[in-house]
């Protein structure tokens, strides 16, 4: 893959650092004084109770909110400022909690609108009417691995059922071939079915890309995550592997519970 | 000084009456998402009460107020609980024009049975007569007494809402009704109750203004406007903001009577202007509507497909090329440039998902630069031409800069206040653009031999203009832009968060449509070979609108169709009926009631949609289906800071 | 006191309860417990009437609700306290506390709902929204009793609270039961409904699965939660 490779040559130190970031709304402190570096690992998950920050660091991250204080640096460059299309376009893109697609597009031209974007930049004002054909084998092999039936794919989004909208979600995102790649609830609503095959999917994402996961289900998180990032009231509380952070009495008592 | 005073008072009276007005609008707006359009009729009606009142039985200003409120209010329950109520929920677009549908309804209806323009002096009871000496200013009572009753209702109201119990439960409907029926509150009788005083506000403003302004069926026409500005400007939904911008407003203008009296009307759009520009949601805040979703109703795909094929051209092409042998020529002409007009609006509305209501700007500012160029400085009509499309298409680009950041009713609102200011302009330099009387005389001239003022001819160059562009426009909306648009239009979020410029496409869109109505508007002047005030005023933004949903928005000659239909209507009803506008008036009511996707959009869906339409499902989960009977308040879906 | 049989309720096209039997007896607590999307909070909205298509047979009290609407329900004694808390953001505390009238004589004087939950007093003229999630759940909890409610309808909550507020929220609701009133409670936190509720429903797809006691939860938690997903 040809954004893998240029930065394969850059990739010294962080990948991604936030140092001492810090979101309030009003007088809500959503994400407080975060300080964080991310070195090339297969995947990070973060996990914490509702309310802990994490959505409002992945709009941070994205550009879809612009921090109170702080800094944020991807590859040692400056990006905290950045409105989200540069930071997409530099390699770092979400997928969001409640699914957001095209719901009135066709399956196919939500993936197309992705894939286009990287390609060409999408703005060609005209073209041969063929043009979506260069695109359309990329997108289904996509879709393949998200597991979206073809039968499905000249549908309105709108028109599947919820746990296919979520592959949707998923595919848009990942149609952008980004480096590093924020998933939002991935798994949210999902039958158990699809978590596993979602789960296996990011487990083989994350082979080329870096992967930032947050996530409720703790089964997936287990799976999949190299490092696990706990947040709670808008701090990170710690980090380390799954099976210390699980009997971290800390982390026990902010969110898994007596039980766990 | 107490000549400043009496002016500053003056301003506290109209401005009364503008913050009694936007006091009802923004209840309106707050409680049930919906802008009223018919706001300015009620109140006029509220006016006629009283006039009719006084003029027969002698009745005084109490009754008039009493009867007025109490009539005009009864009457906005009832359209509330008939005809809006069906439209909850659906994309601003839809009620705006039921709202003004019903509005010229209304104004028509009253102008058959009583067309009065004088004031009704008559109506001031004995204690209100005179002038009263205040200390520092003699000023006369009753203006005093409307000062102080506009004054007393919007603090009253405020006290209502915000300290009793029955204000709680207002607010408590507007924010989450269903969650407040499981508290055992009524939320219809809230809602056509809310309804019911706003309405009676606006008919008592129209009774209280009747012993001093001029009482014609007309009057709210341009009280809807300023109030609109107003509510906008104050925060939509904002109960002090619209107050508080509403006595602004008329201290402004009284303000400005004495700087420059000619810009004391446009002076209220330019503050919106600049209000929404510096500071987005308004002064106060009110319902955040940024996030407002499009719930009008798109074409699928499928529909989509089918207008951009060739068949379907292939037919209008046939209906262009036979469509003069039916109709004058001239008239022909005029159709298809509304249709050229509409169609580029709605590139904007349908596409972009952008709602202009000023796009007349454009179709105005291209003829005058035209006329004024062939006329003044004697230009040949074809340069004169060139240049005034370009020029307005400039203009569209300067704003669009403004623009293209903007959404929903935000977006709307700087279009109508930009559309506002060009009025004014071409109205402040008369030396060139004729004022009132317009530009008389331009010459079609000549084209590669052919003679222009032949209108079978112009028809036939109008013509080939029209498929010249719909052709591309059609090229541009299969293109890889087209889709992109589309996504922009349909989740600007995630287009964004793909690597998409919103602002570029939308910019694009913006520029691209103001050259298309800029086209249409230059040929246009040129069909009538004048040009006048007619074609900046906001009822000429109004028209596509209207043309295009009655078509069907986003089917491509949808809106030359509803353009068909309007000015063939206009023209057949002014020959046998004075009431073209009731019909007119009528017609909007059906479509958006009962054909929402318009005339070609609802056929296509019945033959396209419904047959393939197999298999309905959507997620399952009970915690995310929405309940679409409700005014949908969509800030909160939209909300997902965990 | 509330028996449901054969309940069918759909979202537009969608069908989302398949046919739910259940019953609750009067002075009890019993959950729901099942997988995002299962039916639970449906389930809630169809017996407090917020569910526009629904059939089958819901009796409340010997009086059939099946087709009643919310108002009506809410006054013969029915109680929601929603998953998202629904807290009228722009009502301060003392507004969304007395937003539903007292009906009967089960109503609780306001002196005995700040007893339960002191803070509300303490708070009552602040704007609802600046609470605390924990808070607000307390105020979403206490607007049924002012009302009068003898059955509460509680959505998940202990959701995304710290483990101490949910310790707070248990041991409320435990006196609420003490105190007389029934609840039906949807919960996801296996450790907190086997602590606050005398039996369960187990919901999939709509349809009622399995009756459990909270010993039989306790035991199979590995594998419920494995099911649940959580």
């Given at each position: 893959m040809l954004i893998e490779s240029n930065h394969a040559q850059v990739a010294v130190g962080p990948i991604l650092e936030l140092k001492t970031v810090t979101k309030s709304f009003g007088g809500f402190i959503a994400v407080n004084n975060v300080n964080l570096a991310l070195e090339r690992k297969p995947v990070y998950g973060i996990i914490g109770p509702n309310g802990a920050g994490k959505t409002t660091l992945f709009h941070l991250l994205s550009g879809f909110l612009n921090p109170s204080q702080g800094q944020m640096l991807f590859h040692g460059q400056d990006i905290t400022h950045l409105p989200p299309e540069q930071v997409a376009r530099r390699g770092l893109v979400r997928s969001f909690q409640i699914t957001s697609i095209f719901s009135h597009l066709t399956v196919l031209n939500n993936i197309v609108l992705s894939i286009q974007r990287r390609q060409t930049g999408g703005t060609r004002l005209f073209a041969k009417s063929d043009w979506r054909d260069e695109y359309l084998g990329e997108a289904n092999n996509l879709l393949d691995e998200v597991g979206i039936?073809?039968?499905?794919?000249?549908?309105?989004?709108?028109?599947?059922?919820y746990g296919l909208k979520r592959a949707v979600e998923l595919g848009i995102s990942l149609a952008a071939q980004p480096e590093v790649l924020l998933l939002d609830e991935p798994t949210a609503g999902m039958s158990l079915q699809d978590i596993g095959r979602t789960t296996e999917l990011i487990a083989r994402l994350s082979k080329e890309r870096m992967v930032v996961v947050v996530e409720h289900n703790l089964g997936v998180i287990a799976d999949l995550a190299d490092e696990i990032i706990v947040m709670q009231q808008g701090s990170i509380l710690t980090r380390g592997k799954y099976q210390d952070v699980k009997v971290d009495p800390r982390v026990i008592e902010a969110y898994l519970g007596k039980r766990h | 000084m107490s000549y400043y005073i009496s002016l500053l008072f003056n301003g506290l009276v109209s401005g009364g009456f503008v913050a009694l007005m936007s006091l009802g609008m923004s209840i309106i707006f707050g409680m049930m998402r919906i802008v009223n359009f018919m706001h300015g009729s009620l109140y006029m009606l509220g006016a006629i009460i009283a006039y009719f009142l006084g003029f027969y039985f002698g009745a005084s200003i109490w009754i008039g107020m009493l009867a007025a409120s109490i009539l005009v209010g009864v009457l906005g329950a009832i359209l509330e609980r008939t005809?809006?109520?069906?439209?909850?929920?659906?994309?601003?677009a839809y009620i705006l024009i039921l709202t003004t549908g019903l509005s010229l309804f209304l104004e028509d209806t009253v102008r058959n049975f009583y067309s009065v323009t004088s004031s009704a002096p008559f109506l001031v009871p004995q204690v209100l007569k005179g002038a009263v000496n205040l200390g520092f200013i003699v000023y006369p009572k009753y203006r005093l007494f409307v000062v102080v009753v506009s004054i007393l209702l919007c603090l009253g109201t405020w006290f209502a809402l915000e300290r009793t119990r029955l204000g709680a439960l207002v607010r408590a409907a507007s924010e989450r009704p269903s969650l407040l029926k499981c508290f055992g509150g009524n939320v219809p009788l809230l809602i056509s109750g809310s309804f019911f005083f706003a309405c009676a506000l606006a008919g008592l403003a129209g009774a209280l203004s009747a012993p001093m302004r001029n009482v014609s069926?007309?009057?709210?026409q341009e009280m809807i406007n300023i109030v609109f500005a107003v509510v906008v400007a104050g925060g939509m939904g904002s109960i002090a903001g619209s107050v508080v911008m509403g006595f602004a407003s008329g201290i402004l203008q009284a303000l400005m009577a004495i700087v420059y009296p000619q810009a004391s009307t446009v002076i209220i759009y330019v503050l919106m202007l600049v209000i929404l520009v510096v500071r987005p949601g308004g002064i106060f805040s009110g319902v955040d509507i940024s996030q407002f979703p499009l719930h009008y109703t798109p074409m699928t795909e499928r529909v989509r497909a089918f207008f951009l094929s060739r068949p379907a051209a292939m037919v209008a092409l046939a209906v262009g090329f036979l469509l003069p042998w039916f109709v004058y020529p001239i008239l022909a002409t005029d159709i298809i440039l509304w249709g050229l007009f509409a169609v580029g609006f709605d590139l904007l509305f349908a596409y972009a998902g952008l709602l202009s209501f000023g796009q007349a700007a454009y179709w105005g500012t291209a003829a005058y630069v035209m006329g004024v160029l062939a006329m003044t400085f004697g230009a040949p009509t074809w340069l004169a031409f060139i240049a005034g499309v370009a020029i307005s298409t400039t203009l569209g680009l300067f704003f669009g800069l403004i623009l293209a950041r903007k959404k929903g009713i935000y977006f709307s609102m700087i279009t109508f206040a930009i559309s506002a200011i060009i009025a004014f302009v071409v109205n402040q330099f008369a030396d060139y653009t004729g004022g009132e009387d317009g530009l008389h005389g331009l010459s079609r001239g000549t084209l590669f031999g052919m003679d222009l003022q032949n209108d079978r001819v112009y028809y036939h160059v109008c013509m080939a203009i029209v498929i010249l562009v719909i052709f591309f426009l059609c090229r541009l909306l299969k293109s890889p832009y087209g889709l992109s648009l589309l996504g922009a239009r349909e989740n600007e979020r995630r287009m964004m968060s793909v690597g998409y410029n919103v602002f570029f496409l939308r910019l694009k869109a913006y520029v691209l449509s103001a050259f298309i109505v800029s086209t249409a508007g230059a040929l246009y002047a040129l069909n009538h070979q004048f040009v006048t005030l007619e074609m900046v005023n906001w009822r000429a933004s109004g028209e596509p609108v209207m043309m295009t949903l009655l078509g069907g928005a986003g089917t491509i000659f949808g809106p030359v169709l509803g353009a068909g239909i309007v000015v063939v209507m206009r023209n057949a009803l002014s020959s046998i009926t004075d009431n073209g506008s009731l019909y007119l008036g009528l017609l909007f009511i059906t479509v958006i009631l009962f054909a929402r996707r318009g005339i070609l959009g609802e056929s296509l869906h019945n033959i396209l949609d419904r047959q393939q339409n197999t298999s309905p499902h959507n997620g399952s989960d009970g915690k995310t289906a929405g309940n679409h009977s409700e005014p949908v308040h969509s800030s909160k879906e939209a909300a997902d800071v965990d | 006191m509330l028996k449901i049989t054969n309940l069918d309720s759909f979202y537009g096209e969608s069908?989302?309860?398949?046919?739910i039997d259940l019953n609750v007896e009067a002075g009890e607590v019993v959950t729901l417990i099942g997988r995002n999307g299962a039916g639970k909070t449906t389930t809630l909205k169809s017996i407090i009437g917020d569910i526009p298509r629904r059939t089958g047979s819901i009796v409340f009290n010997n009086a059939e609700i099946i087709n009643a609407t919310s108002e009506q329900i809410c006054k013969m004694g029915v109680g929601l306290v929603p998953d998202d808390r629904g807290?009228?953001?722009?009502?301060s505390v003392y507004e969304n506390l007395t937003i539903g009238r007292p009906v009967g004589p089960q109503a609780w004087p306001l002196s005995r709902v700040y007893e339960l939950f002191p803070v509300l007093k303490d708070r009552n003229a602040q704007k609802a929204s600046s609470l605390s999630g924990g808070e607000q759940q307390m105020l979403a909890i206490a607007r049924p009793l002012y009302m009068g409610s003898t059955f509460l309808l509680l959505d998940e909550p202990s959701e995304g609270l710290a483990p101490v507020i949910i310790d707070a929220i248990g041991s409320a609701i435990q006196q609420i039961k003490a105190a007389g009133l029934t609840v039906l409670l949807v919960e996801q936190n296996l450790p907190f409904a086997t602590e606050v509720a005398d039996r369960h429903y187990l919901l999939e797809n709509g349809r009622i699965v399995r009756e459990m006691s909270n010993s039989e939860v306790a035991t199979e938690e590995e594998s419920l939660l494995a099911h649940l997903g959580v």
């Open positions: 039936p073809p039968s499905l794919r000249e549908s309105p989004a709108n028109d599947l059922p | 005809l809006i109520r069906r439209l909850y929920g659906l994309d601003l069926p007309y009057m709210g | 069908h989302v309860l398949q046919g807290i009228f953001s722009t009502l």
